[in-house]
């Protein structure tokens, strides 16, 4: 629904540039907050830790991630002038129900993944520990109600920002034959996924602090996440899993006592096939469930008489408003062939060696 009956080729850069821009401002703000706050209890703020003490830090770092979710919505409603709504699905809301369902389907899987990074580690490095020893002192309470409050709010800002507002900008480009732009093999390539998916992905990795493995790990995860949301027509079933993923790293994180070190490191191989075990049979269950409950994968109606002010139906004008009936929000589900939503335009659908990185939040 991103490529309504307004859509202009300038309107997608323009509400990237607005977006981009609020957000640095929005980042100097809690920067010097945080200064201020440092300085009064003699700390020096600094980038690696700007309260000066662990949970501090990861309240400060979720925060300030999570902060991208009303960025994102004002670009959306005061530059593309559409529903919120359709940032987060084809019917223009969150659906409630099927989060639960992910979120329910998504705790088995977390289950496996941890089984097989327990397994690797067993082949690969038997004489280490599985999880090292209880390290998170005092702080570890503190910090356990930090993530469980604030880790739904910063793992959904991510999928509103990347596989939300930035795929759909990608996918409003994906024009329908017959329209300007619409025809040749670049107009067909753009009604796929593939390059919303590839940007959002580059995107999602290149904001985190990871080297080598942990690198190729959190693109996997950015892959699988985008492309759960292209093919289920919303952000539901990628939220439901980044959300505990996240908790579940976190929490370990800690326990250990190694919190001012996650997001950061060379991770390793046997975390990229556990992530990629979790990941492919999340999606493998999601795509089930899809089908046995028949989730909307498509927007219903016209996305274009969506919104205020739209057209009414009637004969074409003389100069073509280019709705795209049906249009899905892009990267999130349209009408027409199933698996091909908003990057398809109109007609389509929306610490140990095995430990995976320990969380994947943007460096804020």
Do not use: K
Not at 59 to 68: A, P, R
Request: with cysteine; charged share 10%; hydrophobic share 50%.
């Amino acid at each position: 629904m991103g490529h309504t009956w307004r859509h202009r080729w300038w309107i997608p850069i323009v509400a990237f540039i607005f977006a981009a821009a609020l957000y640095l401002l929005v980042q100097t703000i809690m920067g010097v907050a945080a200064a201020i706050i440092a300085a009064l209890h003699g700390h020096r703020f600094s980038p690696e830790s700007p309260l000066g003490a662990t949970v501090p830090d990861l309240v400060f770092l979720l925060v300030t991630i999570s902060l991208m979710t009303p960025v994102v919505m004002l670009a959306v409603r005061l530059i593309q002038r559409r529903p919120v709504g359709t940032l987060i699905s084809v019917e223009g809301r969150m659906r409630w129900r099927w989060l639960l369902v992910c979120m329910l389907a998504a705790l088995p899987v977390l289950a496996v993944f941890t089984a097989a990074l327990y397994v690797l580690q067993r082949l690969t490095a038997p004489g280490e520990a599985f999880v090292a020893d209880f390290g998170g002192g005092a702080a570890f309470i503190p910090a356990l109600v930090a993530i469980v409050l604030l880790v739904p709010f910063q793992a959904s800002a991510e999928e509103f920002a990347l596989r939300g507002f930035l795929l759909q900008l990608v996918g409003g480009y994906g024009a329908e034959p017959g329209e300007r732009r619409g025809d040749g093999a670049w107009a067909a390539f753009l009604r796929t996924p593939v390059l919303g998916i590839i940007i959002t992905t580059a995107v999602f990795t290149s904001l985190h602090e990871y080297t080598g493995w942990g690198l190729v790990n959190v693109a996997l995860l950015g892959a699988g996440l985008a492309w759960l949301t292209w093919y289920t027509g919303g952000l539901e079933a990628a939220i439901a899993l980044h959300v505990l993923h996240n908790m579940l790293v976190f929490s370990i994180s800690a326990y250990e006592g190694t919190l001012d070190a996650a997001a950061r490191g060379p991770g390793s191989w046997e975390g990229v096939v556990g992530t990629a075990v979790e990941v492919g049979l999340f999606i493998l269950v999601v795509v089930w469930l899809v089908r046995r409950l028949g989730i909307r994968r498509t927007a219903p109606g016209d996305a274009a008489e969506s919104l205020p002010g739209a057209p009414p139906r009637g004969p074409a004008p003389s100069r073509p408003l280019r709705p795209r009936p049906g249009g899905p929000a892009p990267g999130l589900g349209g009408r027409g062939t199933p698996g091909a939503a908003g990057l398809s335009g109109s007609q389509g659908t929306m610490g140990g060696h095995a430990h995976p990185p320990p969380a994947d939040p943007g460096t804020p």
